[in-house]
């Protein structure tokens, strides 16, 4: 089985409509002849726009989360009907800023994953550990954790199209990266626990991201690791140079 590399770009609270155009006018061209798959996830105010720009080119586009239900009294939220119609390749589900900050918990990514599987729309979903997790010693099982509960209840037919991104929560955004060893170790776990979860065909075939404070700098390094599928970038996406230099590793 060969999983083709996936870089998708996080943008979070950044770039206006016209940024995302000049992104894109300037992006498009460079990477015509790249073989890996690209995503790029704009805030919702964008995703129209960059819809109508990506026509016809091999860049996907994703949205950074979603309600689980389609229709109702949600304020403020944006629905998988929504996406769809947009239309939206990917959907980043779980993210630690999420957790963080808007109370999104094991269980709401779990219906947010079978409402965006259910509507054809692929799931990122993200997992993570603190600093103090990790130097508490509990990485893999608070990670493993997660997994699992993000899985619940998940056909494995269905566990296939979800794209699972390793983000540990103290290399977003700081300038710090889990060495190449680091991330391989973790993302491993990943994959033998979805083959314990499920089988070794379904482990197989799920693409297992790593993200935080991924550059240029450390692209080759991470992506040379046996289960790491390609990254999930944050301040490096936002320049068209540096998410070219991400896209371009194997070239």
Not at 21 to 39: R, Y
Not at 155 to 177: L, Q
Request: glycine content about 6%; hydrophobic content about 40%; aromatic content about 8%.
């Amino acid at each position: 089985m060969s999983r083709i590399p996936l870089i998708a770009g996080n943008w979070k609270m950044n770039n206006t409509k016209r940024e995302t155009l000049d992104f894109l006018s300037s992006f498009l061209p460079k990477v015509e002849n790249i073989t890996i798959e690209m995503a790029i996830c704009p805030p919702f105010t964008d995703l129209y726009a960059a819809a109508e720009k990506l026509k016809g080119t091999k860049v996907k586009l994703g949205a950074q989360n979603m309600h689980w239900e389609e229709t109702g009294a949600f304020t403020g939220e944006v629905s998988p009907l929504m996406l769809k119609e947009i239309p939206c390749d990917y959907v980043i589900i779980g993210h630690s800023e999420r957790r963080q900050y808007f109370a999104e918990t094991d269980e709401t990514v779990n219906k947010k994953i079978k409402s965006a599987i259910k509507h054809n729309i692929a799931p990122i979903v993200c997992v993570g550990e603190s600093l103090a997790q990790r130097e508490e010693g509990i990485t893999i099982d608070f990670v493993m954790t997660q997994v699992e509960n993000a899985l619940k209840d998940i056909k494995p037919e269905d566990a296939k199209k979800i794209v699972f991104a390793y983000e540990p929560i103290w290399a977003i955004g700081t300038g710090k990266t889990a060495s190449a060893s680091d991330a391989q170790e973790v993302i491993g776990a990943i994959r033998n626990k979805i083959e314990k979860l499920y089988n070794k065909d379904v482990a197989e075939d799920v693409r297992i991201l790593y993200g935080g404070s991924v550059k240029p700098e450390n692209i080759k390094e991470l992506m040379a690791e046996a289960d790491i599928d390609g990254a999930l970038v944050g301040g490096a996406s936002l320049k068209p140079d540096s998410f070219y230099a991400l896209c371009s590793f194997n070239l």
